[in-house]
């Protein structure tokens, strides 16, 4: 998985404690509506907009929501990252003691699982609630790299008074997302805090390759998974006539039989033995298996999905798709979610060099475009068509939409995004949209 250039929080050749004390400046005219001597970044401007809808008060910052000890245990061993947990303990751990910084792992709720460093740091760490069992998302803590980063899925580094509460101004914090390779889903991220003194822009750059590296550690786990999937199948398959396909919980097929692969199916939501409609196969039986399912595509045409919903109002954009057969969901990449969102818009489709400009403001960006889309349409077949990119016009299309306008896919800065968050109100959550339809 690859990130674009990490937005740092300390600018090229600024001295520390200079930007320290702007910073201090720009969070003052911010809070009291005077002129402010420069503008927070993007990243930290959207912050402050969500925190104050919170009503976090930056003086006396509410202590952070705290879990039991017993469910703090269980959420620990329900988390796929405790899978990788020894090598973010060893990529991290030694660098973040040498650098009087703290290393924390969340979940994607942004509660605290793990925490290392030495005993000093931690102390720091104790008194402002940096401490295993509590929430650092936005809403309990205000603008912080975990809680930010959590809600625009990327690497955040927040330095002194970029944090909302003024009892974090003493801090500098890096963070980075770890997601699931399989499905895309976001699992939790790795953070390292320090005093501000300790700021380094690479600090950033080194957690967020350790949240890679987590990442293709989950992917061969996964892999190893399907290959014992792929030897439990293959006595079933051997005798078999039809078409049939063996895949695991999360629908990535582990092996087939009379059939072209199919590198990923998208099960039911509650999938269960039966029949269930599939996209791009059609009408099939699920039977269980130790670990996965064995699928049979049925040869006859059978009812197709009638309801698209494209739901944005969660902290992770979700499709569901709903028929006669059943009803299933699906985690969108950002990008998916970005270009879902503009082919629900524009219903009677959209070419490449038109998604180019609405994702990427310039036209020069259609091969990347067309490769999105090809990946799109491994998962809906059947729904998102091509030759223009559009809904499958036997569906019905809906977009759940955030309470409010800046909340709309807060992580993307795609030119169509930006310019739909400036014409959805604040007042509608379902809707329903018709062709060249917005609202």
Same mark, same amino acid.
């Given at each position: ?18 930007? /320290?004390?702007?910073?201090? &400046? ?21 912050? @402050? ?5 919170? =009503? ?17 245990? %269980? ?13 973010? #303990? ?36 104790? &008194? ?7 929430? @650092? ?28 509460? %003024? ?14 390779? #399989? ?16 700021? !380094? ?69 509650? !999938?269960?033995?039966?029949?269930? @409609? ?12 130790? =670990? ?5 595509? %049925? ?31 699906? %985690? ?38 067309? /490769? ?31 309470? !409010? ?24 959550? /379902? ?9």
């Amino acid at each position: 998985m690859s990130f674009p250039p990490l937005d740092t929080a300390l600018p090229a050749g600024a001295d520390a404690r200079e930007h /320290a004390l702007l910073l201090r &400046r720009v969070h003052e005219a911010s809070l009291s509506g005077d002129p402010s001597p420069a503008r927070p970044r993007p990243v930290i401007e959207d912050s @402050w907009s969500r925190t104050r809808r919170f =009503g976090i008060d930056p003086d006396a910052g509410p202590p952070p929501r705290m879990v039991s000890l017993e469910e703090l245990h %269980r959420r620990r061993e329900d988390s796929p990252i405790s899978e990788v947990l020894p090598l973010i #303990r060893r990529s991290l751990v030694s660098v973040a003691d040498e650098a009087d910084h703290i290393m924390l792992v969340t979940d994607a709720s942004g509660q605290i699982l793990w925490r290392d460093g030495a005993h000093r740091i931690r102390t720091m760490g104790d &008194r402002v609630g940096l401490i295993e069992g509590a929430y @650092w998302n936005e809403g309990s803590t205000g603008t912080n790299a975990i809680g930010t980063t959590l809600v625009v899925g990327r690497p955040v580094q927040v330095y002194s008074a970029e944090h909302f509460v %003024r009892s974090l101004h003493a801090l500098t914090c890096a963070c980075a997302p770890i997601h699931d390779p #399989r499905d895309g889903r976001l699992l939790g991220a790795i953070d390292v805090t320090g005093p501000v003194s300790t700021v !380094h822009p690479s600090t950033l750059a080194l957690v967020s390759a350790v949240a890679q590296l987590a990442e293709a550690h989950l992917q061969s786990i996964h892999h190893t998974h399907l290959e014992r999937l792929r030897s439990v199948a293959a006595p079933l398959l051997a005798g078999m006539r039809e078409r049939a396909l063996v895949v695991d919980d999360t629908g990535w097929t582990a092996a087939v039989v009379n059939m072209e692969p199919v590198r990923r199916v998208l099960l039911p939501k509650h !999938h269960e033995t039966g029949t269930a @409609w599939l996209p791009a196969l059609g009408e099939c039986s699920l039977e269980p298996l130790p =670990g996965g399912w064995l699928i049979r595509p %049925r040869p006859a045409e059978c009812a197709s999905p009638s309801t698209v919903t494209l739901d944005l109002s969660g902290p992770a954009p979700a499709v569901t798709v709903a028929g006669s057969s059943g009803r299933w969901a699906h %985690r969108p990449t950002p990008r998916h979610a970005e270009l879902l969102l503009l082919l629900a818009v524009h219903r009677s489709g959209r070419t490449a060099a038109q998604l180019s400009h609405d994702v990427f403001g310039a036209v020069g960006h259609v091969v990347t475009v067309r /490769a999105e889309l090809s990946r799109l349409r491994r998962h809906l077949g059947g729904i998102v068509e091509s030759r223009p990119y559009r809904f499958s016009e036997d569906v019905v299309v809906r977009v759940v939409l955030p309470d !409010h306008p800046e909340d709309l896919l807060p992580g993307s800065v795609a030119p169509g995004v930006r310019a739909l968050r400036s014409r959805v109100g604040s007042g509608e959550r /379902a809707i329903p949209l018709g062709a060249e339809s917005a609202t």
